[in-house]
């Protein structure tokens, strides 16, 4: 099995590729191993010393590092990914996928959010999932956008300009109702 890594915006995490599918539908994103009851290859790369997350897309894993260095972190998780594909274990119990929500809005707003949503799955989320993370749709109201940022993106340094410069001013394009985009 041969797992590619790629470097992500966020100096905090990696990219690992499989190679096989990861999740068939959805994402999953553990913060805390405390979280990862519901994955298995989460709680096995929760169980190395350093990790701090744990998002899985469709065919990656993005692993956020705490304090531990990556030439250290590396072979590891490398070693660990590769055992938890060896074991034929899932990736993730039925119910573990935590894909996002419906978000709140209010009924009169349904076809702005409806051309956001639309935006956000054909435009942002495949571009955000190339750096190992993901964008979902949080919520709009007054005119904002609120959007969960999770994987590389979240904690990742240069995610304000990528909410700023460029979600906002597509989604400003598209939907002149949309004045402001902010993360939750």
Known sequence: MFI???????PQTLKFIPGKPVLADGTADFRAKADAGASPLASRLFDIDG??????????????????????LKPMILGAIMEHYMSGDEVVDADGANDEAEGAYDAEDADVVATIKELLETRVRPAV????????????????????????????????????????????????????????
């Open 51 to 72: 990790v701090a997350g744990v998002f899985l897309g469709s065919d990656f894993i993005s692993v956020t590092k705490g304090e531990a260095e990556w030439q250290h």
């Open 129 to 184: 999932a190339q750096d190992g993370g993901d964008i979902t749709f949080a919520g709009f109201r007054d005119g904002t956008v609120y959007l969960h940022m999770r994987g590389a993106c979240a904690g990742c340094p240069s995610s304000t300009a990528t909410l700023r410069h460029g979600i906002e001013n597509l989604l400003r394009h598209f939907c002149p109702e949309v004045e402001e985009v902010q993360a939750v």
């Open 4 to 10: 590619q890594t790629e470097a992500t915006p966020n």
